[in-house]
């Protein structure tokens, strides 16, 4: 350190105490923020013989493990896969349901695909007969794995509260549960029951998927005009876990799901998934030993949170508005219009700069010096995120093999964390 002998020690080693207060400030309230929002763990496991009101993931595994049967991939169009729907048709059946097969060629331009595809229908009359509810999920599963969490867990979470409801008053509205074929190939099924007659009596779609084998469930993705969803899930919900921010990355990713074909029919819907411990998606490790019971429990109980929500509600006149939310503690959601999104980003803007003019006039930030931290910042996530990708398509370029993280996924993943270090 060199120290000029002309001016007091005193000034040399002033430090700008406001300005450390503040930063200090900040950084409490960021840890507090993390800390409860981590407390947003799934839900609690819910024992067997617990009130029968409340799903309960212990009591529902042995209908699970009904469903995955020998524990065998299940794709469309297979043995195995008229196999698996047979499970999921026995299950409805012993509950006492009227079960139609809804058999059709179905094909998706956008994947360029087509198959012979077998929806499972099943229906609960409500009291009314307007707009039904529409529950959602997928039984057919890749090739790499069994497809437990992915989507059979939704499924079996779907059929339990098809039985609870059941032993209920009677719902004002029908509740649909179509359980489809073909997802995994390119949202065959839901393509399919496009053309089914019911398809003019949904009145909203929950829909329920995974990518990974635990974590919370979140509520993901909703349709235009979503402030009203937003409210009475949130109302309903033991646990609602979501934010509008989880749908603007979604919309960034080459993902869909059977939701995705209904939206771009115009219609209404939420969607639901966990996604922790993705590098058993899509792999032989989706499978009843690696599944997450708080996320078979968290799952189950947002399906039948759509029914409490929505079971009863005038889905013929449901109100518009469009909202930005966020959870920000066990059970509680923070919703504005979504107006109020361009002030706050512009609030939060305005707050920044007023930050870094603090610590510019205080000294302890040079102008050159924030600058190259901002294009350095930008530069590196382009880099980290331009040798991850690149990694992926050289390993795809040199195997042939368009996924090749699906079955075996740790050379991939390791390569593609390498590079992104790297960057």
Known sequence: MYLNPNEPLRRQYARPAPTLALILGVLVLAAGFYVARNLMVPSPVVPANADAQLFSAERTLPLLQRLVGDGLPHRVDTDAGDAARQRVV?????????????????????????????NVLARLPGSVGGPALMLSA???SVGAGPGVSDDMVAVASIIEVARMLQGEPQLRNDVLFVITDGEEVGLLGAEAFLEHPWINEVGL????????????????????????????????APRPATSSLLYEVYRLLPNDTDLSVYLDADMAGINFAYVENVQRYHTPNDDLAHLSLASFQHQGENVLAAVRAFGNADLAAMPAGDAIYQD??????????????VWLSGGALVL??????????????PVGGLALALVCTLLGLVAAAGMGYGATELIRLLTGNPEPWFAFPVPTRVAVWAAGLLG
């Open 90 to 118: 026995t299950e409805f059946e012993a509950l006492g349901y009227e079960v139609e097969l809804q058999t059709a060629w179905a094909c998706r331009e956008a994947y360029a695909v087509c198959a012979n595809v077998t």
């Open 138 to 140: 997928h039984y057919d």
């Open 205 to 236: 779609i929950a829909n329920y998927e995974a990518r990974g084998t635990g974590g919370q469930s979140l509520m993901f993705q909703t349709s235009p005009g979503n402030a009203w969803l937003v409210e009475r899930y949130s109302e309903v």
């Open 328 to 341: 920000v503690y066990p059970g509680v959601v923070l919703q504005a219009p979504a107006g109020w999104a």
């Open 352 to 365: 920044w700069l007023l930050i870094v003019l603090a610590l510019i006039g205080a000294g302890a930030v």
